[in-house]
Protein backbone atom coordinates (compact mmCIF):
# COMPACT_ATOMS: atom_id res chain seq x y z
CA UNK A 1 0.00 0.00 0.00
CA UNK A 2 1.33 3.46 -1.06
CA UNK A 3 1.83 5.69 1.57
CA UNK A 4 -0.73 7.97 0.31
CA UNK A 5 -3.32 5.29 0.37
CA UNK A 6 -2.24 4.41 3.91
CA UNK A 7 -3.04 7.57 5.35
CA UNK A 8 -6.17 8.33 3.37
CA UNK A 9 -7.19 4.71 4.44
CA UNK A 10 -5.99 6.01 8.13
CA UNK A 11 -8.04 9.24 7.86
CA UNK A 12 -11.35 7.19 6.77
CA UNK A 13 -11.09 4.89 9.64
CA UNK A 14 -10.69 8.03 12.06
CA UNK A 15 -13.64 9.41 10.57
CA UNK A 16 -15.92 6.86 11.44
CA UNK A 17 -14.30 5.76 14.33
CA UNK A 18 -15.83 8.70 16.04
CA UNK A 19 -19.38 7.17 14.90
CA UNK A 20 -19.16 5.12 17.69
CA UNK A 21 -20.15 8.46 20.23
CA UNK A 22 -23.51 8.56 18.69
CA UNK A 23 -24.60 4.63 18.22
CA UNK A 24 -27.81 4.02 18.15
CA UNK A 25 -28.71 7.50 16.60
CA UNK A 26 -28.86 6.21 12.69
CA UNK A 27 -32.28 4.12 13.42
CA UNK A 28 -32.57 1.98 10.67
CA UNK A 29 -32.78 -1.69 9.99
CA UNK A 30 -30.62 -3.37 9.28
CA UNK A 31 -27.51 -1.48 11.08
CA UNK A 32 -25.50 0.20 8.81
CA UNK A 33 -21.43 -1.22 8.23
CA UNK A 34 -20.87 3.00 9.45
CA UNK A 35 -22.01 5.92 10.30
CA UNK A 36 -21.76 9.39 11.84
CA UNK A 37 -24.26 11.54 12.85
CA UNK A 38 -24.71 15.51 13.24
CA UNK A 39 -26.38 17.88 14.78
CA UNK A 40 -28.57 19.38 11.81
CA UNK A 41 -30.98 18.38 9.73
CA UNK A 42 -31.65 18.44 5.94
CA UNK A 43 -35.31 19.36 5.52
CA UNK A 44 -37.38 17.96 2.98
CA UNK A 45 -39.30 20.19 0.64
CA UNK A 46 -41.98 20.51 -2.17
CA UNK A 47 -40.06 19.89 -5.69
CA UNK A 48 -36.84 18.41 -4.35
CA UNK A 49 -34.34 18.88 -7.28
CA UNK A 50 -32.68 15.38 -8.34
CA UNK A 51 -29.39 15.36 -10.18
CA UNK A 52 -27.93 12.16 -11.50
CA UNK A 53 -26.09 10.44 -14.16
CA UNK A 54 -28.17 7.79 -14.60
CA UNK A 55 -30.77 6.54 -16.78
CA UNK A 56 -34.45 6.66 -16.84
CA UNK A 57 -35.38 3.32 -15.99
CA UNK A 58 -33.11 2.78 -13.40
CA UNK A 59 -33.92 6.30 -12.13
CA UNK A 60 -37.50 5.36 -12.17
CA UNK A 61 -36.69 2.19 -9.81
CA UNK A 62 -34.13 3.88 -7.63
CA UNK A 63 -36.28 6.60 -6.53
CA UNK A 64 -39.91 5.44 -6.95
CA UNK A 65 -40.08 3.94 -3.66
CA UNK A 66 -38.86 7.25 -1.87
CA UNK A 67 -41.07 9.54 -4.07
CA UNK A 68 -43.67 7.12 -3.29
CA UNK A 69 -43.46 7.72 0.71
CA UNK A 70 -43.04 11.46 0.51
CA UNK A 71 -46.05 11.77 -1.79
CA UNK A 72 -49.06 9.65 -0.31
CA UNK A 73 -47.19 10.19 3.16
CA UNK A 74 -46.95 13.95 2.92
CA UNK A 75 -48.41 15.21 -0.14
CA UNK A 76 -45.36 15.52 -2.17
CA UNK A 77 -45.34 16.38 -5.61
CA UNK A 78 -42.51 13.75 -7.90
CA UNK A 79 -39.06 14.98 -7.45
CA UNK A 80 -37.58 16.91 -10.48
CA UNK A 81 -34.84 15.07 -12.52
CA UNK A 82 -32.10 16.47 -13.72
CA UNK A 83 -28.74 14.75 -15.46
CA UNK A 84 -25.61 15.54 -14.59
CA UNK A 85 -22.71 14.07 -14.01
CA UNK A 86 -20.66 16.06 -11.78
CA UNK A 87 -23.71 17.78 -10.50
CA UNK A 88 -24.23 18.68 -6.68
CA UNK A 89 -26.16 21.33 -6.69
CA UNK A 90 -29.54 19.21 -6.52
CA UNK A 91 -31.56 18.77 -3.46
CA UNK A 92 -31.47 15.02 -3.86
CA UNK A 93 -27.85 14.42 -5.91
CA UNK A 94 -27.14 10.25 -7.20
CA UNK A 95 -24.14 9.20 -8.65
CA UNK A 96 -23.11 6.22 -10.10
CA UNK A 97 -19.83 5.21 -10.63
CA UNK A 98 -19.29 1.43 -11.51
CA UNK A 99 -15.23 1.96 -11.55
CA UNK A 100 -15.30 3.27 -7.92
CA UNK A 101 -14.04 -0.07 -6.29
CA UNK A 102 -13.59 1.52 -2.50
CA UNK A 103 -17.85 1.34 -2.52
CA UNK A 104 -18.59 -2.71 -2.64
CA UNK A 105 -21.60 -3.92 -4.65
CA UNK A 106 -24.79 -3.28 -3.38
CA UNK A 107 -23.01 -0.84 -1.07
CA UNK A 108 -23.63 2.78 -0.87
CA UNK A 109 -22.26 6.32 0.73
CA UNK A 110 -24.35 8.31 2.27
CA UNK A 111 -24.34 11.60 3.07
CA UNK A 112 -26.72 13.89 4.44
CA UNK A 113 -26.39 17.83 5.66
CA UNK A 114 -28.74 20.66 5.90
CA UNK A 115 -27.68 21.97 2.31
CA UNK A 116 -28.67 18.32 0.52
CA UNK A 117 -28.48 14.69 0.72
CA UNK A 118 -25.75 12.91 -1.39
CA UNK A 119 -26.05 9.25 -2.70
CA UNK A 120 -22.96 7.68 -4.12
CA UNK A 121 -22.85 3.86 -4.85
CA UNK A 122 -20.48 1.11 -7.81
CA UNK A 123 -23.89 -0.42 -8.08
CA UNK A 124 -27.46 0.35 -9.14
CA UNK A 125 -28.66 -1.33 -6.35
CA UNK A 126 -26.66 0.27 -4.05
CA UNK A 127 -28.45 3.29 -4.89
CA UNK A 128 -31.62 1.69 -4.50
CA UNK A 129 -30.40 0.63 -1.18
CA UNK A 130 -29.33 3.77 0.13
CA UNK A 131 -32.76 4.84 -0.21
CA UNK A 132 -34.47 2.47 1.38
CA UNK A 133 -32.30 3.57 4.10
CA UNK A 134 -33.50 7.74 3.57
CA UNK A 135 -36.67 6.27 3.59
CA UNK A 136 -36.53 4.84 7.71
CA UNK A 137 -34.28 7.93 7.69
CA UNK A 138 -37.65 10.37 7.41
CA UNK A 139 -39.23 12.02 10.72
CA UNK A 140 -42.21 13.73 10.53
CA UNK A 141 -42.11 17.68 10.60
CA UNK A 142 -42.41 18.73 14.46
CA UNK A 143 -42.36 21.79 16.49
CA UNK A 144 -38.93 23.06 15.21
CA UNK A 145 -39.49 21.96 11.76
CA UNK A 146 -42.53 22.39 9.71
CA UNK A 147 -41.55 19.95 6.72
CA UNK A 148 -40.77 16.43 7.60
CA UNK A 149 -36.85 16.04 7.55
CA UNK A 150 -33.88 13.59 7.48
CA UNK A 151 -30.94 13.99 10.34
CA UNK A 152 -27.90 14.63 8.80
CA UNK A 153 -25.57 11.81 8.92
CA UNK A 154 -22.92 10.01 7.29
CA UNK A 155 -23.35 6.84 6.22
CA UNK A 156 -21.06 3.76 4.61
CA UNK A 157 -22.64 0.81 4.00
CA UNK A 158 -22.58 -2.65 2.16
CA UNK A 159 -23.56 -6.12 2.55
CA UNK A 160 -22.13 -9.00 4.61
CA UNK A 161 -23.58 -11.62 2.47
CA UNK A 162 -24.66 -12.34 -1.56
CA UNK A 163 -27.48 -14.16 -0.21
CA UNK A 164 -30.18 -12.27 1.78
CA UNK A 165 -33.31 -14.44 1.05
CA UNK A 166 -36.85 -15.02 2.36
CA UNK A 167 -38.58 -17.89 1.34
CA UNK A 168 -42.39 -18.05 0.62
CA UNK A 169 -44.70 -21.34 0.44
CA UNK A 170 -47.63 -20.55 -1.84
CA UNK A 171 -48.42 -23.83 -1.78
CA UNK A 172 -50.14 -24.96 1.79
CA UNK A 173 -51.86 -21.69 1.06
CA UNK A 174 -52.12 -19.87 -1.80
CA UNK A 175 -51.31 -16.19 -1.92
CA UNK A 176 -52.66 -13.78 -4.19
CA UNK A 177 -50.13 -12.26 -6.54
CA UNK A 178 -51.00 -8.45 -5.38
CA UNK A 179 -49.38 -10.02 -1.76
CA UNK A 180 -46.81 -11.32 -3.29
CA UNK A 181 -45.84 -8.31 -4.25
CA UNK A 182 -46.62 -6.17 -0.64
CA UNK A 183 -44.10 -9.37 0.19
CA UNK A 184 -41.58 -8.13 -2.36
CA UNK A 185 -41.78 -4.43 -0.83
CA UNK A 186 -41.33 -5.35 3.02
CA UNK A 187 -38.31 -7.27 1.91
CA UNK A 188 -37.12 -4.08 -0.40
CA UNK A 189 -37.21 -1.90 2.72
CA UNK A 190 -34.50 -4.39 4.61
CA UNK A 191 -32.05 -4.90 1.78
CA UNK A 192 -32.91 -8.69 1.24
CA UNK A 193 -32.29 -9.58 -2.52
CA UNK A 194 -33.30 -13.15 -2.53
CA UNK A 195 -37.07 -14.33 -3.19
CA UNK A 196 -37.02 -18.22 -3.19
CA UNK A 197 -40.71 -18.99 -4.80
CA UNK A 198 -41.82 -22.13 -3.45
CA UNK A 199 -44.28 -22.97 -6.36
CA UNK A 200 -45.03 -26.82 -6.36
CA UNK A 201 -46.00 -29.22 -3.62
CA UNK A 202 -48.16 -31.94 -2.36
CA UNK A 203 -51.07 -30.04 -1.63
CA UNK A 204 -51.13 -27.87 -5.10
CA UNK A 205 -49.42 -26.86 -8.27
CA UNK A 206 -49.12 -23.26 -8.76
CA UNK A 207 -47.33 -22.04 -11.27
CA UNK A 208 -49.15 -22.72 -15.38
CA UNK A 209 -46.91 -24.69 -17.28
CA UNK A 210 -48.26 -24.22 -21.36
CA UNK A 211 -47.36 -28.11 -21.91
CA UNK A 212 -48.77 -29.62 -18.60
CA UNK A 213 -52.30 -27.85 -18.28
CA UNK A 214 -53.43 -30.43 -15.95
CA UNK A 215 -50.92 -29.55 -13.59
CA UNK A 216 -52.80 -26.51 -13.04
CA UNK A 217 -56.45 -27.63 -14.17
CA UNK A 218 -55.58 -30.51 -11.64
CA UNK A 219 -53.22 -29.87 -9.70
CA UNK A 220 -53.98 -26.26 -8.24
CA UNK A 221 -56.95 -27.32 -6.49
CA UNK A 222 -57.33 -29.80 -3.42
CA UNK A 223 -60.77 -30.88 -2.37
CA UNK A 224 -60.46 -29.63 0.93
CA UNK A 225 -57.97 -29.26 3.85
CA UNK A 226 -57.22 -30.52 7.45
CA UNK A 227 -58.18 -28.22 9.92
CA UNK A 228 -56.58 -28.19 13.55
CA UNK A 229 -52.75 -29.40 13.62
CA UNK A 230 -51.56 -32.08 11.69
CA UNK A 231 -50.22 -34.43 14.12
CA UNK A 232 -53.48 -34.10 16.45
CA UNK A 233 -56.62 -33.63 13.86
CA UNK A 234 -58.41 -36.02 11.35
CA UNK A 235 -60.75 -32.78 10.23
CA UNK A 236 -61.37 -31.76 7.22
CA UNK A 237 -62.85 -28.00 6.49
CA UNK A 238 -64.95 -30.07 3.29
CA UNK A 239 -63.67 -26.63 1.47
CA UNK A 240 -62.38 -26.86 -2.19
CA UNK A 241 -58.34 -24.80 -2.03
CA UNK A 242 -57.02 -23.37 -5.09
CA UNK A 243 -54.93 -21.31 -7.30
CA UNK A 244 -52.04 -20.86 -9.34
CA UNK A 245 -50.19 -17.82 -11.36
CA UNK A 246 -50.60 -17.41 -14.97
CA UNK A 247 -47.30 -17.11 -17.08
CA UNK A 248 -48.51 -13.57 -17.10
CA UNK A 249 -48.63 -13.36 -13.51
CA UNK A 250 -44.81 -14.89 -12.96
CA UNK A 251 -43.42 -12.47 -15.37
CA UNK A 252 -45.49 -9.61 -13.72
CA UNK A 253 -43.85 -11.05 -10.23
CA UNK A 254 -40.46 -11.35 -11.57
CA UNK A 255 -40.20 -7.83 -13.09
CA UNK A 256 -41.90 -5.75 -9.98
CA UNK A 257 -39.01 -7.80 -8.08
CA UNK A 258 -36.45 -6.99 -10.54
CA UNK A 259 -37.42 -3.31 -10.51
CA UNK A 260 -36.92 -3.93 -6.26
CA UNK A 261 -33.45 -5.18 -7.20
CA UNK A 262 -34.86 -8.54 -5.94
CA UNK A 263 -33.48 -12.11 -7.57
CA UNK A 264 -36.73 -14.72 -7.77
CA UNK A 265 -35.39 -18.47 -7.47
CA UNK A 266 -38.30 -20.45 -8.50
CA UNK A 267 -38.55 -23.93 -5.91
CA UNK A 268 -39.77 -26.93 -8.38
CA UNK A 269 -40.07 -29.73 -5.63
CA UNK A 270 -38.43 -33.68 -7.03
CA UNK A 271 -38.58 -36.57 -6.83
CA UNK A 272 -40.77 -36.08 -3.75
CA UNK A 273 -43.52 -33.48 -2.23
CA UNK A 274 -44.91 -34.16 -5.74
CA UNK A 275 -48.35 -35.03 -5.20
CA UNK A 276 -50.34 -32.29 -7.20
CA UNK A 277 -47.99 -33.55 -10.45
CA UNK A 278 -48.72 -37.24 -9.42
CA UNK A 279 -52.52 -36.52 -9.14
CA UNK A 280 -52.48 -34.34 -12.82
CA UNK A 281 -50.01 -37.13 -14.70
CA UNK A 282 -50.07 -40.25 -13.30
CA UNK A 283 -47.79 -41.74 -15.28
CA UNK A 284 -44.86 -39.71 -13.63
CA UNK A 285 -44.90 -41.83 -10.35
CA UNK A 286 -43.85 -44.86 -9.58
CA UNK A 287 -47.32 -46.31 -8.99
CA UNK A 288 -48.84 -45.02 -12.22
CA UNK A 289 -52.29 -44.11 -10.59
CA UNK A 290 -54.46 -43.67 -7.60
CA UNK A 291 -53.20 -40.18 -6.38
CA UNK A 292 -54.89 -37.22 -5.01
CA UNK A 293 -54.16 -33.53 -4.15
CA UNK A 294 -53.33 -33.84 -0.63
CA UNK A 295 -55.47 -32.49 1.68
CA UNK A 296 -53.44 -32.68 4.86
CA UNK A 297 -49.88 -31.94 5.84
CA UNK A 298 -46.84 -34.24 6.13
CA UNK A 299 -44.60 -36.28 4.08
CA UNK A 300 -45.91 -38.59 1.58
CA UNK A 301 -44.49 -41.90 0.37
CA UNK A 302 -46.22 -41.16 -3.27
CA UNK A 303 -42.72 -39.87 -5.34
CA UNK A 304 -41.54 -39.58 -9.05
CA UNK A 305 -40.65 -42.60 -10.69
CA UNK A 306 -36.38 -42.63 -11.59
CA UNK A 307 -37.00 -45.50 -13.20
CA UNK A 308 -39.03 -44.13 -16.26
CA UNK A 309 -37.37 -41.85 -19.21
CA UNK A 310 -40.67 -40.22 -19.02
CA UNK A 311 -40.34 -38.12 -15.39
CA UNK A 312 -37.29 -36.48 -17.07
CA UNK A 313 -38.71 -35.84 -20.36
CA UNK A 314 -41.84 -33.94 -17.92
CA UNK A 315 -39.45 -32.17 -15.57
CA UNK A 316 -36.62 -30.85 -18.88
CA UNK A 317 -40.19 -29.11 -20.20
CA UNK A 318 -41.54 -27.74 -17.01
CA UNK A 319 -37.56 -26.56 -16.16
CA UNK A 320 -37.22 -25.54 -19.35
CA UNK A 321 -40.51 -22.86 -19.35
CA UNK A 322 -39.74 -22.20 -15.57
CA UNK A 323 -36.46 -20.92 -17.02
CA UNK A 324 -37.70 -18.77 -19.45
CA UNK A 325 -39.63 -17.34 -16.81
CA UNK A 326 -37.35 -16.53 -14.65
CA UNK A 327 -34.18 -15.23 -15.13
CA UNK A 328 -32.30 -16.73 -11.47
CA UNK A 329 -28.94 -18.15 -11.49
CA UNK A 330 -29.92 -20.77 -9.65
CA UNK A 331 -33.40 -22.51 -9.75
CA UNK A 332 -34.21 -24.43 -7.26
CA UNK A 333 -35.09 -28.35 -7.51
CA UNK A 334 -36.28 -29.30 -3.71
CA UNK A 335 -34.75 -32.84 -3.32
CA UNK A 336 -35.77 -33.00 0.13
CA UNK A 337 -37.88 -35.51 2.24
CA UNK A 338 -38.11 -38.01 -0.50
CA UNK A 339 -39.20 -41.46 1.11
CA UNK A 340 -37.78 -44.28 -0.81
CA UNK A 341 -40.40 -46.79 -0.12
CA UNK A 342 -41.71 -46.69 -3.38
CA UNK A 343 -38.20 -46.69 -5.06
CA UNK A 344 -37.73 -49.74 -2.94
CA UNK A 345 -40.37 -51.73 -4.74
CA UNK A 346 -40.57 -50.07 -8.21
CA UNK A 347 -39.30 -52.53 -11.04
CA UNK A 348 -38.23 -49.62 -13.01
CA UNK A 349 -36.34 -47.76 -10.48
CA UNK A 350 -34.94 -51.36 -9.83
CA UNK A 351 -33.93 -51.61 -13.20
CA UNK A 352 -32.64 -49.10 -12.88
CA UNK A 353 -30.56 -49.07 -9.75
CA UNK A 354 -28.80 -52.10 -11.61
CA UNK A 355 -28.61 -50.36 -15.12
CA UNK A 356 -26.33 -47.10 -13.84
CA UNK A 357 -24.37 -49.82 -11.33
CA UNK A 358 -26.11 -47.50 -8.27
CA UNK A 359 -25.43 -48.83 -4.64
CA UNK A 360 -28.81 -48.29 -3.51
CA UNK A 361 -31.97 -45.85 -3.30
CA UNK A 362 -29.50 -42.58 -1.77
CA UNK A 363 -27.62 -43.00 -4.78
CA UNK A 364 -30.91 -42.94 -7.09
CA UNK A 365 -31.82 -40.08 -5.50
CA UNK A 366 -28.53 -38.89 -6.59
CA UNK A 367 -28.58 -40.00 -10.17
CA UNK A 368 -31.73 -38.23 -10.35
CA UNK A 369 -30.81 -35.06 -8.68
CA UNK A 370 -27.34 -35.35 -11.08
CA UNK A 371 -29.53 -36.04 -14.08
CA UNK A 372 -31.06 -32.61 -13.13
CA UNK A 373 -28.04 -30.71 -12.80
CA UNK A 374 -26.29 -31.64 -16.45
CA UNK A 375 -29.63 -30.22 -17.69
CA UNK A 376 -30.02 -27.08 -15.51
CA UNK A 377 -26.35 -26.22 -16.43
CA UNK A 378 -26.28 -27.12 -20.26
CA UNK A 379 -28.82 -24.25 -20.30
CA UNK A 380 -26.44 -21.73 -18.24
CA UNK A 381 -28.12 -22.09 -14.81
CA UNK A 382 -27.27 -23.59 -11.13
CA UNK A 383 -29.02 -26.33 -9.01
CA UNK A 384 -29.59 -25.60 -5.30
CA UNK A 385 -31.69 -28.12 -3.32
CA UNK A 386 -32.38 -29.00 -0.12
CA UNK A 387 -29.40 -30.63 2.04
CA UNK A 388 -31.30 -34.22 1.51
CA UNK A 389 -29.47 -33.96 -2.01
CA UNK A 390 -25.84 -34.50 -0.28
CA UNK A 391 -27.21 -38.02 0.55
CA UNK A 392 -25.77 -40.94 -2.18
CA UNK A 393 -23.23 -37.97 -3.43
CA UNK A 394 -24.18 -34.69 -4.08
CA UNK A 395 -23.91 -33.46 -7.74
CA UNK A 396 -20.71 -31.32 -9.11
CA UNK A 397 -21.49 -27.67 -9.58
CA UNK A 398 -25.15 -28.12 -7.13
CA UNK A 399 -25.25 -25.07 -4.08
CA UNK A 400 -26.93 -26.98 -0.94
CA UNK A 401 -29.70 -25.21 1.52
CA UNK A 402 -28.91 -26.38 4.70
CA UNK A 403 -32.34 -26.96 7.02
CA UNK A 404 -31.88 -29.84 8.86
CA UNK A 405 -29.03 -27.98 11.26
CA UNK A 406 -26.11 -26.90 9.72
CA UNK A 407 -24.40 -30.14 8.95
CA UNK A 408 -25.54 -30.49 6.03
CA UNK A 409 -24.31 -27.14 4.90
CA UNK A 410 -21.13 -27.54 6.50
CA UNK A 411 -20.44 -30.88 4.47
CA UNK A 412 -21.07 -29.05 1.77
CA UNK A 413 -18.47 -25.93 2.11
CA UNK A 414 -15.71 -28.50 3.26
CA UNK A 415 -16.32 -30.08 -0.07
CA UNK A 416 -16.14 -26.65 -2.30
CA UNK A 417 -20.14 -26.17 -2.98
CA UNK A 418 -21.73 -22.86 -2.49
CA UNK A 419 -24.27 -23.06 0.44
CA UNK A 420 -27.27 -20.97 1.66
CA UNK A 421 -27.91 -21.36 5.82
CA UNK A 422 -31.54 -21.95 6.52
CA UNK A 423 -31.64 -24.45 10.04
CA UNK A 424 -35.06 -25.08 11.03
CA UNK A 425 -33.30 -24.06 14.83
CA UNK A 426 -33.24 -20.47 13.66
CA UNK A 427 -34.46 -19.29 10.38
CA UNK A 428 -37.89 -20.92 10.19
CA UNK A 429 -40.48 -18.60 10.64
CA UNK A 430 -43.01 -20.77 10.98
CA UNK A 431 -42.00 -21.64 14.44
CA UNK A 432 -43.79 -20.11 17.07
CA UNK A 433 -42.53 -16.87 18.18
CA UNK A 434 -43.22 -16.64 21.90
CA UNK A 435 -45.97 -18.61 23.99
CA UNK A 436 -47.76 -21.63 22.46
CA UNK A 437 -50.50 -21.35 24.86
CA UNK A 438 -50.86 -17.72 23.40
CA UNK A 439 -50.28 -17.76 19.98
CA UNK A 440 -52.19 -18.77 17.11
CA UNK A 441 -51.35 -22.18 16.00
CA UNK A 442 -48.74 -22.95 14.21
CA UNK A 443 -46.48 -26.15 13.31
CA UNK A 444 -44.35 -26.11 16.60
CA UNK A 445 -40.40 -25.22 17.34
CA UNK A 446 -39.97 -21.55 19.37
CA UNK A 447 -38.22 -19.14 17.38
CA UNK A 448 -37.82 -15.98 19.42
CA UNK A 449 -36.98 -12.63 18.00
CA UNK A 450 -33.80 -12.58 20.44
CA UNK A 451 -33.06 -16.11 19.00
CA UNK A 452 -33.03 -15.19 15.31
CA UNK A 453 -31.14 -11.88 15.67
CA UNK A 454 -28.53 -14.49 17.75
CA UNK A 455 -28.07 -16.47 14.51
CA UNK A 456 -24.62 -16.74 12.81
CA UNK A 457 -24.65 -18.17 9.16
CA UNK A 458 -20.58 -19.11 9.40
CA UNK A 459 -20.24 -21.89 11.65
CA UNK A 460 -16.56 -21.91 13.37
CA UNK A 461 -15.79 -25.20 12.39
CA UNK A 462 -15.58 -23.88 8.78
CA UNK A 463 -11.88 -22.47 7.93
CA UNK A 464 -11.53 -18.87 6.48
CA UNK A 465 -11.54 -20.32 2.60
CA UNK A 466 -14.60 -22.90 3.15
CA UNK A 467 -16.61 -20.16 4.69
CA UNK A 468 -16.15 -17.94 1.64
CA UNK A 469 -18.56 -20.84 0.24
CA UNK A 470 -21.58 -19.28 2.63
CA UNK A 471 -23.60 -17.39 0.36
CA UNK A 472 -25.83 -15.87 3.11
CA UNK A 473 -28.69 -17.40 5.14
CA UNK A 474 -32.36 -16.89 4.64
CA UNK A 475 -35.56 -17.27 6.41
CA UNK A 476 -38.44 -19.97 5.57
CA UNK A 477 -41.95 -19.66 5.89
CA UNK A 478 -44.01 -22.85 4.88
CA UNK A 479 -47.81 -22.04 5.20
CA UNK A 480 -49.50 -25.10 6.90
CA UNK A 481 -51.12 -22.82 9.27
CA UNK A 482 -50.95 -19.14 7.76
CA UNK A 483 -54.21 -19.70 6.05
CA UNK A 484 -54.02 -15.82 4.62
CA UNK A 485 -51.33 -12.97 3.67
CA UNK A 486 -51.98 -10.76 7.13
CA UNK A 487 -51.24 -14.46 8.93
CA UNK A 488 -48.11 -14.82 7.18
CA UNK A 489 -46.94 -10.92 7.81
CA UNK A 490 -47.86 -12.04 11.43
CA UNK A 491 -44.84 -14.56 11.31
CA UNK A 492 -42.85 -13.18 9.33
CA UNK A 493 -42.05 -9.26 11.16
CA UNK A 494 -40.49 -8.50 12.46
CA UNK A 495 -38.42 -11.67 12.74
CA UNK A 496 -37.44 -10.89 9.10
CA UNK A 497 -36.24 -7.30 10.20
CA UNK A 498 -33.93 -9.15 12.30
CA UNK A 499 -32.29 -11.96 10.37
CA UNK A 500 -31.89 -9.25 7.67
CA UNK A 501 -29.55 -7.53 10.17
CA UNK A 502 -27.65 -10.92 10.36
CA UNK A 503 -27.74 -11.13 6.39
CA UNK A 504 -26.69 -7.55 6.19
CA UNK A 505 -24.83 -5.88 9.45
CA UNK A 506 -21.06 -6.44 10.30
CA UNK A 507 -20.96 -9.54 12.49
CA UNK A 508 -19.23 -7.28 15.84
CA UNK A 509 -21.41 -4.40 15.07
CA UNK A 510 -24.52 -6.74 16.15
CA UNK A 511 -26.20 -5.61 19.30
CA UNK A 512 -29.84 -6.84 20.59
CA UNK A 513 -30.91 -3.84 23.10
CA UNK A 514 -29.94 -1.52 19.84
CA UNK A 515 -31.91 -3.28 17.20
CA UNK A 516 -35.28 -3.29 19.32
CA UNK A 517 -34.87 0.60 20.15
CA UNK A 518 -34.39 1.01 16.26
CA UNK A 519 -37.25 -1.40 15.85
CA UNK A 520 -39.43 1.35 17.52
CA UNK A 521 -38.61 3.70 14.65
CA UNK A 522 -39.39 1.07 12.24
CA UNK A 523 -42.64 -0.35 13.64
CA UNK A 524 -43.74 3.31 12.88
CA UNK A 525 -43.51 2.77 9.09
CA UNK A 526 -44.61 -1.00 9.44
CA UNK A 527 -47.97 1.05 11.06
CA UNK A 528 -48.17 3.10 8.46
CA UNK A 529 -47.73 0.27 5.82
CA UNK A 530 -50.27 -1.72 7.10
CA UNK A 531 -47.66 -4.46 8.08
CA UNK A 532 -49.58 -6.73 10.49
CA UNK A 533 -46.41 -7.44 12.42
CA UNK A 534 -46.49 -9.56 15.74
CA UNK A 535 -46.82 -7.10 18.82
CA UNK A 536 -45.32 -9.74 21.15
CA UNK A 537 -42.30 -7.72 21.78
CA UNK A 538 -43.41 -4.65 22.54
CA UNK A 539 -44.26 -4.37 26.15
CA UNK A 540 -47.52 -7.49 25.84
CA UNK A 541 -49.34 -5.66 23.26
CA UNK A 542 -51.20 -7.87 20.88
C1 LIG B 1 -38.13 -28.44 4.49
O1 LIG B 1 -38.42 -27.73 5.45
N1 LIG B 1 -38.77 -29.59 4.28
C2 LIG B 1 -37.10 -28.06 3.55
ZN1 LIG C 1 -40.25 -46.04 -9.98
Redesign the pocket.
Known amino acids: MSRKILMMTIMVAMTFASACENKGSVQIIPLPVEYKTYNSSYELVQEMKITHNLDAANLEKIIAPFNDYLSVKYGFQQLVKETGDKATNGSLVLLLDKDNKRIPNEGYNLKVTAKNIKLEASSHSGLFYGMQSLIQMVEDPDENLKNPYIGAAEIRDYPRFKWRGLHLDVCRHFMPKEFVKRYIDYMALHKYNTFHFHLTEDQGWRIEIKKYPLLTEVGSVRKETLVGHGRRSDKYDATPHGGFYTQEDIKEIVDYAASKFITVVPEIEMPGHALAALASYPYLG ?1 EGAGYEVATKWGVFDDIM ?4 ESTFGFLEDVLTEVMELFPSEYIHIGGDEAPKK ?2 QE ?1 D ?2 QERIVSEGLEDEHELQSYFIKRIEKFLSANGRKLIGWDEILEGGLAPNAAVMSWRGETGGIEAAMAGHYVVMTPGTHCYLDHYQSNPETEPLAIGGLTTLEKIYSYEPVPDTLNPVQAEYIMGAQGNVWTEYMPNSKHVEYMVYPRAAALSEVVWSPKAERDYPGFLNRLQKLRVLYDYMGLNYSRVEFDGER
Open positions: CCAGKQWCLC
